[in-house]
């Protein structure tokens, strides 16, 4: 025991541990004390990161002198990057050195990153003069050392957020027991308090810091954001003495790995018909471990070969049914990930394209302030706030009635509803686009690439409703992928739904540079340009339409086929059941050997 007084029915039975390896008590760690101290951080990292992806571009295009395709493609790389280093995160920490202290080194690199990218901005050497030209094309170039250390601390900013993205909410997480009927509801529950703090701490990034930074100046709007993640990292050492830690499972590609390849090694043996004859370990291992035991499936049956008994005991040859139920749940969902990846790229236009056109639209509010194009993205996160909301309050309890499902609807429901409203969006985003084209021809402005005399507000549907989509798409695919993955690999899971947002941002720089490519040829003006009133977005957002039909069509292929876990509420209860129906058999056997 840790040297704490107490009840053994105190101590937490899911595994979790001090620093020092002891078994805590579920009084003194964990709980909400605990992930109160942990949600700050997440509060300001959140904030720091919208305040720079969402005006990134603007400062690209604005401050560095970069084309309008050069510049999305430099933040949709920046951005694909950040969404894609999580999955090596989590299997550093599954792995080696735990979350807590794979959080705490990646948590210094992001703050590293945050004060070099508040210098870049700030001190004359490090920046360019300032230029006015629209096209960008006479005004003088960053030099090498300008561009190294602005985009050194960008990608400094890539390594610690891929080890703290997939783990911060994974620690947040643990510190409820699940083995405990009362923190296991109160889990529930963590995970809406957790989204609110997360939406409000963007809308602040997108509305608070990027004005800021375009009306007051980038190194306030730089400054800010480093000095919160300075403060949120000491808040988070303080909370120390209050956490439950997990204990590293190992890495779970390792583990995958050995399944695979056993697999492979005994394709030739037939499975037995009773599940019963495969390789598995004994219950109490599971419970003094505090760990699950998986039944097996019907899912990816291939793969219950490396459980077949061949009288092999090389964990490279046999693995536990638990083991191989662990790695089909990590395969199964990968088909439903490259479905999300299609409208993770149109995510990828919120902070690029959209804004891009916003500068070109009537910004003035009265006679002295102006919308920074940036900002709206805040509406995003307002729209997506108050649907969630709703979508809790209203539609959950409405449609439980009918489908009798405590959610509601099932998760890859809601998944699709969001994938229809992506397909709406971008269909009034290419209309929208083709009246500020016809606007600007109209007025005599094309050429000359000047503002067009139509309000920024033509374009808030689009970003209210790509709100109301993640309402849909990315809380469901969030709680999806962290759902459906077993606990050993939860923060794996957890790192799905950011490798899908990292895909979808390379996916967009693909789809940008070739097609910015393609309608150049033959001597055609291309659909992209530095000038968008001679551009043709409308085009570029119409064929995005079309991608999402067809996107959505693969996602309603595999959502059928697919087959959900079993709940983990219900796995405990029949795990406890069949641990009573083993002792009670034992203790008959010990009778009858006495008798």
Same mark, same amino acid.
């Given at each position: ?224 954001? &480093? ?35 056993? &697999? ?109 194009? &940036? ?109 459906? &993955? ?110």
């Amino acid at each position: 025991m840790s040297g704490e007084e107490g009840n053994i029915d105190d101590y937490t039975q899911d595994g979790t541990v001090d620093l020092k390896g002891n078994p805590v008590r579920r009084s003194k760690r964990g709980g909400w004390r605990a992930c109160s101290f942990v949600v700050v951080y997440e509060v300001f990292e959140r904030m720091a990161y919208h305040g720079i992806s969402s005006n990134l571009v603007m400062y690209l295009t604005d401050k560095l002198h970069h084309g309008t395709v050069k510049s999305a493609n430099n933040v949709t790389n920046w951005g694909g990057t950040i969404w894609v280093t999580p999955i090596f995160g989590a299997g550093v920490a599954e792995a080696y050195l735990g979350r807590y202290w794979t959080f705490i080194i990646a948590s210094f690199f992001n703050l590293m990153g945050m004060i070099v990218l508040a210098l870049s901005v700030s001190l004359s050497g490090l920046k360019p003069p300032p230029c006015n030209d629209i096209n960008s094309q006479d005004c003088r170039k960053a030099s090498t050392l300008q561009l190294g250390t602005f985009f050194v601390a960008l990608y400094t900013l890539v390594v610690g957020t891929g080890g703290t993205k997939p783990n911060i909410l994974t620690i947040a997480a643990d510190q409820f027991d699940e083995f405990e009927p009362k923190e296991k509801a109160h889990k529930l529950s963590f995970f809406n308090w957790w989204m609110f703090n997360i939406f409000f701490a963007t809308l602040l990034g997108n509305t608070v810091l990027v004005y800021i930074q375009e009306d007051v100046g980038w190194v306030l709007g730089y400054g800010l954001p &480093a000095l919160g993640l300075a403060i949120a990292i000491a808040i988070f050492l303080a909370g120390t003495p209050f956490y439950r830690h997990k204990k590293p499972a190992g890495s779970p590609f390792t583990r995958m790995a050995k399944v695979i390849v056993a &697999a492979i090694r005994k394709m030739n043996v037939p499975l037995p018909t009773d599940p019963q004859e495969l390789y598995e370990l004994d219950l109490e291992y599971y419970t003094q471990k505090g760990k699950y035991r998986i039944g097996s499936t019907q899912n990816l049956r291939f793969f219950n070969k490396a459980a077949v008994k061949t009288g092999a005991t090389n964990p490279w040859i046999l693995c536990s049914v638990s083991q191989v139920e662990e790695t089909t749940q990590m395969l199964a969902m990968i088909p439903i990930l490259v479905a999300t990846f299609v409208p993770s790229t149109m995510l990828a236009q919120i902070n690029t394209l959209f804004v891009k056109q916003g500068t070109t639209l009537d910004r003035a509010i009265g006679s002295s302030f102006k919308i920074p194009p &940036a900002s709206l993205t805040g509406f995003v996160t307002l729209s997506m706030l108050v649907c969630v909301v709703l979508y809790d309050r209203c539609f959950v309890r409405i449609t439980r009635r009918w489908t009798k499902n405590p959610r509601g609807i099932t998760l890859l429901q809601r998944m699709g509803i969001g994938l229809v409203i992506h397909i709406i969006i971008m269909v009034i985003a290419s209309f929208t686009e083709r009246y500020r084209l016809s606007v600007a021809k109209d007025h005599g402005i094309v050429e000359k690439g000047q503002q067009v005399p139509l309000t920024i507000f033509i374009m808030l549907p689009q970003f209210v409703l790509m709100g109301t989509a993640d309402a849909f798409l990315e809380v469901a695919k969030i709680e999806f992928f962290y759902d459906q &993955a077993p606990e050993s690999m939860k923060s794996l899971g957890t790192s799905y739904s950011m490798t899908t947002l990292g895909v979808g941002n390379f996916l967009s720089s693909f789809l940008l540079s070739t097609v910015s490519d393609i309608t150049k040829r033959h001597g055609h003006k291309g659909w992209i340009l530095n000038n968008l009133n001679v551009c043709h977005l409308d085009y570029y957002y119409a064929f995005f339409a079309i991608l999402n039909v067809l996107n959505f069509v693969f996602f309603l292929v595999v959502a059928k086929f697919y087959v959900y876990k079993a709940e983990v509420s219900d796995s405990m209860e029949v795990l406890t059941e069949e641990l009573k129906v083993m002792r009670l058999r034992a203790s008959a056997q010990e009778a009858t050997v006495a008798n």
